[in-house]
């Protein structure tokens, strides 16, 4: 009796982890990260608007933009 019972137990178990194992994967895979259409021209808006005529500086901002909020 007690043999069937652990035996039972563990099939139950092993069903119960791929079960929850295969919603979460389902989760993951159905959302989506939005992202704004034309991320890079607002990154160089910044960049430009920061950089105060420096191309150097503008594009160190833009970088950091693009990098930050665009990959």
Do not use: H, R
């Not at 895979?29 to 160089?44: E, G, L």
């Amino acid at each position: 009796m007690g043999f069937k019972f652990f035996k039972m137990k563990k099939i139950i178990l092993s069903l119960i982890f791929v079960l929850a194992t295969s919603v979460s994967f389902m989760n993951a895979n159905n959302s989506t990260v939005s992202k704004p259409d034309d991320c890079f021209q607002d990154a160089w808006e910044f960049g430009t608007e920061e950089g105060g005529g420096d191309e150097t500086k503008e594009w160190e901002m833009m970088n950091k933009y693009y990098t930050m909020w665009c990959l």
